[in-house]
């Protein structure tokens, strides 16, 4: 049976299972990959909760970005100047996203991308970071591949980076331009596909999965060195 050290997270219980646990998957779209010039353009989240996807929970909103759009971030979300020069800020955006996430769980691919955008705001705003335990999506996967886990999507003598390229290899469908809500959605049905088969390797509970898939174990080296990579 894998275990690890427990540490205590407010308001979470730690030992329930991971299939019993209350996530919110979030993808961001972003003017540029530099945390310290570029801002958010979108935000785009669905609920996950008891291993299923509520498809009725879900957020998106396109922000007016506190930096200019470049040519280069258009190309890859498609997001124009003109879409987003009447939306709200990033102030406005974050409160009603802070009462979406409540204190569940986030779920993302790289998601320390985002969570250093979304932080950096949430400093300013509210002198604080989020305080919710987060899970990032590519360290598991790179977990279940050492662990050398019988699964067509893992079987590949080269391990993927991309999120689009591990949704392929289980069977997820991509379709249409990057889109935060599109990529939220693909994000939620591949941690679907990792939560039995983290459980058939041991991880009972969600303070081991907290371990397993955090955000800050490596693999933004892959998304830092290629812009956009997981895209």
């Not at 390797?201 to 956009?228: H, M, N, T, W």
Request: aromatic share 10%; glycine share 8%.
């Amino acid at each position: 049976m894998f275990k690890f050290t427990r540490e205590k997270t407010f308001g979470l219980d730690r030992t329930a299972p991971p299939n019993n646990g209350r996530y919110v998957v979030l993808d961001t779209e972003l003017t540029g990959l530099d945390e310290k010039k570029d801002s958010i353009v979108s935000i785009g989240a669905v609920r996950v909760t008891g291993g299923k996807i509520e498809l009725g929970g879900s957020y998106y909103r396109l922000i007016r970005p506190a930096t200019e759009l470049t040519a280069s971030s258009v190309v890859i979300h498609e997001i124009t100047p003109s879409e987003v020069m009447a939306k709200p800020d990033v102030d406005a955006v974050l409160r009603e996203f802070l009462e979406f996430c409540g204190n569940d769980i986030l779920v993302g691919h790289f998601v320390s991308i985002d969570l250093e955008f979304i932080n950096r705001e949430m400093k300013r705003i509210h002198g604080a970071p989020l305080s919710n335990p987060a899970v990032d999506t590519f360290s598991v996967y790179e977990w279940l591949r050492k662990r050398r886990m019988e699964h067509p999507g893992l079987s590949s003598a080269k391990p993927a980076f991309k999120l689009y390229d591990i949704a392929t290899c289980f069977g997820i469908p991509v379709i249409g331009a990057h889109n935060a809500m599109m990529d939220a959605f693909t994000t939620a049905q591949l941690f679907q596909r990792f939560l039995p088969m983290l459980s058939g390797a041991g991880v009972s509970d969600i303070g081991d999965l907290l371990k397993i898939g955090s955000p800050f174990k490596g693999g933004d080296r892959f998304r830092q060195s290629d812009e956009y990579s997981n895209f």
